[in-house]
């Protein structure tokens, strides 16, 4: 029910990280793009290739000591169709490994269309009688803008199981406030309005260890917020983007957090994907070895602010 | 320049329609489906077939009297890869065929990934050096939720082309008002902020017909706030959905244009697409052209709002 399986996995790896899977080709060590180009040819399929051997990589190295992974649909759509295809296999391959997998694709819509993002991204599609899973993520990130009929759909495909969503609230970048902190009558902000408008819709998803299958995207850049919309949505789940690359410190993040050490998961991509890149002298074979090694780091500065994680 | 080629498009076939591509299978007449099921099964790859070979004979049907066709990305997504597969297909083959593809997938993030969204869509993605068209749409519509940031990787990808994006500002959905009506200090609603936003986004990109490449999208269900918003943003052309299916009439977007009869594009999906299912004793072979009856009866109802539309 709800983020029960997600919040479960937080607390039994003691750890409220979520690995990114942004993989640019950029990031990717060359030897794994030579092996895919010399197979595919420079072609959207080579890129593709290259992706998921690479996440595969950083999925075997990170699977024991992350609780989730957050592959970011933009970068694999950008290799057309055929990084679609490496979303679909990441998400088969993340999940083998147990991991909750919520992708990060901003769905927004409404009624039969917000139905098909939903039954897309975490449910199932009929096809003449036959139920098939097209991408099977545990979680999708959702932008709140069209209101309810944004977002039922997508809460009863989440009815019963353990899947969830994270509506965008207040996000991460520089230019959030254009819209988010605009004031409105009554003084309450758009993003606190948005915030609200998640306890209504999680109201009948709350799991049993009180948060719902409605979360919220609130970014580690505003440390301010985090702490207000900790203390106004009780069952609301944060996912705090903007650590690390962004800005975002361990100290920034410590208001999103419950008095269990529970109520958030943090993101960081950049940081433990492209460590390798920082590291002087490794073979890049071992690029993996050094997201692990961020990650661990990660780990501890969090649970020096979380304190022991705990089910209450 | 902007969405010059739109508008000239529209005022060449006297159309300010877009049919949506939104193949559910639901929608699709029954030989198709039996054609691709019995070469891939009852499988992703057989639902994906079906859509292309629908979308085609629409295409074939209406090519000649409408300027563009919005495929609905969700419903693609929805048959996985595959689906995307044929969206990707579908979107090549509209576009050999003249028409302006506006790709409806709300997509919304910040900074490189925003940038990786606009080139999946709009541009071209590089591959060891090789720039490579992923989807290649003319357009993409956008959630404007986070601001600049969201939008500015979006209109640098569109610089100096006849590509463009519509920003989500007043959509056709029942609940939509529950952030976009809500009042801000001044007076200003969160609509008309985020309209005011698509002007300010849109100023680098006017081409020579006053329009800039930054649209919005508007419900034709709202007719007060089409004429309030085609009064207020002068340089924003509107992509109206809501139009048929969800309840918009003729009467109801006489706002949305100018004295030109141009600033708008109607959608209509179910409506051309399920033409064919309300025609009695329709052989089912002859769907695409019930599609084109409807769309040109859609086509004579609109030219009686906007009068002959002129080129300024």
Redesign the interface.
Known sequence: MAFDRLIKAIADKQNPTVAGL?P??AYIPDYI?EQA?EKYG???E??AEALLVYNKGLIDELYDIVPAVKP?A??Y?????????A??ETIRYAKSKGLFVITDG?????????E??A???LGT??????E?E??GADALTV????????VAPVTKVCQGTDKGMFI?VK??????????N????GDET?YL??GM?CEQWGKELVGRYGYSGVGAVVGATYPEQLTELRKELKHTFFLVPGYGAQGGTADDIGGAFDSNGLGAIVNSSRGIMCAWQKEENLPPQDYAKAARREALKMKELLLDVTGEIKLP
């Open positions: 942004d640019k080709l793009k180009f420079k072609t959207l080579g890129a970011q933009a970068y759509e950008m290799y057309g169709w055929q990084g679609v295809k979303l679909a901003k769905r927004n819509d409404i009624g039969t269309t917000m098909a993002y039954n897309a991204h599609t009929e096809v003449q009688g036959e098939i097209a991408f932008n709140g803008y069209l209101g309810t009929d944004g965008l996000t991460s970048n520089p230019s959030s406030g254009e819209v988010q605009q004031q409105l009558e758009v309005h948005m408008l």
